[in-house]
């Protein structure tokens, strides 16, 4: 499905007492000068069934009616903007709001119509019901096929209480408000949560970036948004509240320059994108087998399958044309429905130095909405290289697999990252887990927590035998496996120095921290963790959440593996094991209860 969104840059505006400009010639033009790849303005018309010039002293720029909203149109066209409504949905005198919204959308040029909705005093009063009337009116006199969005607050908490189900069918797109620094939290926790809550609804997502954040976390939300989430549209809240520098973030529609999930840096030319129904895919079947399909965020229809134990019953294509011989990152975009396969195997062909081709399974069932790095590879220039084929055939049987799209990014460079050597600062050590209040307690493992094998032990486990190396925290009260996905905190200040995965360990996050006041450095192991929000190179606090606890994909029970390390050994290795070798034990580990006991900080 294709939406007035796609490929496009837009900008919100609120009201014309907010800005400095006189009029919107005036704002037209400092949008060309200032942000010449913006694409539209998205301009709000109507709060609820006023008109929104009643909020707006500046007349030159005020919506009072059809008359102005087309004075907008013709003016933005004349400077090759688009005009995109919004308003705000109130849902208290029905017939009257429906008329308002209505009367908006027959204004020619008017591209689209975003009906903000949100849980808040001086938003939406309606209920479920409100919701079928109004829209049931608008709809009834617009069409099916003119396009109206739903904006939203996209967090978890806020989701229910603006009916989603309700909106469903008469929206077509979803614009949710990705404000971050007003959250208190990072853009890729944000987003992370947005498709988390939203990648379901069945509807494409443009995300709402905040355009009053700092511009360095506008650029990294931007990037994430485009290169993780795999975002066709973009804008920014709102004009008025952002500036040159703003502006020229917002100019950067390419991700050049990434941190990859390895720790790598990584610096990119072109890129290709071929998505289901695009020219370079193509698809088949070997039996009377067929594909299901399902609208996936991006706006179009996404092809699965069952997966198959013994032969391969539907096959999926994908062909580039690749611009020249090189090092290129080949990504998948993983959707979050019917993508539960651990064993997706994809044949890429055109490697240099590797034969016809490799291949490279990926568990789709770990991935939610978003692009997976899957290979970095050199490829040869000749036709052929880079496609890549994936059947049903995975040797799973009642699991799925989905054949979304797929990227190719040129790599110029690669590089490590720096990670900064800091004075100490004297923060001290806590454990890891339990409540904030608990771990300013007395007791070293708080509340319920318990050392299930201890440091130094000999014990059987998944692996073997072994001396362990640290300490294994659980938490059983008030009832079993109640450490599942419990918070895990850093224990000190310090640098992340790896993030990844490890054949049995599952993910690993390795710190090293800050000196002791006589100089010591030590580092810490978090192992069998998941969601973690923490990448190679972040600064990280004592006592900020890091990630959760994991089971290591089922090969663990649910507990935290948590080293105090004497050596860079697991900076180094950070799948590190003695064994049996008690000695090498002594030597890179120590107990962790003992040493958080001595340098406690209080």
Known sequence: MTTPFD??????????ESLGEANIDE????????????????????????????????????????QDVEKWVSTLTRHGLEFHAWCVVKGIDVQQEAQRIIEVCRVKGVQSMILDVEPYDGYFEGNRNTVVQLMG???????????????????????????????????NSLHPY?????????????????????????????PVLQGYASPDSIAVAQDIARSVRGAPGLSYFRLGVMGAAEFLVVNDEVVDKEL???????????EIVIRPGEPGFDSGTHTTAKFKQFPGVGGYQIPYKVTTAQADEVWARWRPTLPAAGTYEVSLYIPSRHATSKKAAYHIHGVVGQGPEIVVRIDQSRYSNQWVPAVI???EARVGSGQVN?????????????????????????EEPEIPVVIGTGAGFDSPVGTAAERAGSKIWPGFWFDATGYGTFYSFVGGSAYHTGVDLNLNKPHWDADRDAPIYAPSDGVVVFFGSRRVWGQIIVIRHDPLPDGTVVWSRLAHVSNSTVRKGDRVGKGQQIARIGNAEGVQPYHLHFDIVKTDICEQNPGHWPGTNRAAVFQHYTDPKAFIIEHRSR
């Open 260 to 270: 990859g999930p390895d720790g790598v840096i990584r610096t990119y030319a072109e």
């Open 27 to 66: 704002l037209a033009d400092t949008l060309r000068n200032h942000a010449p790849n913006a694409d539209a303005v998205f301009v709000k018309t109507n709060d609820g069934v006023n008109w929104q010039g009643k909020f707006d002293s500046k007349a030159s720029m005020a919506v009072n009616s059809t």
């Open 390 to 414: 994936l059947t049903d055939l995975t040797g799973e049987i009642g699991r799925e697999v989905a054949f979304d799209a797929i990227r190719w990014r040129r790599v110029l460079s690669e």
């Open 178 to 206: 990705v404000y971050w620094e007003e959250m208190g939290r990072t853009p890729a926790d944000v987003l992370d949560e947005t498709y988390k809550v939203w990648g379901d609804y069945g509807l494409p997502i443009y």
């Open 137 to 171: 009116i608008v709809r009834t006199a617009i069409g099916p096929g003119f396009h109206l969005a739903l904006a939203m607050d996209p967090r978890q908490a806020h989701y229910e209480s603006i009916f989603p189900d309700a909106w469903r069918l008469y929206v």
């Open 377 to 379: 590879l050199d490829f």
């Open 7 to 16: 490929g496009r840059i837009g900008l919100w505006h609120w009201k014309g």
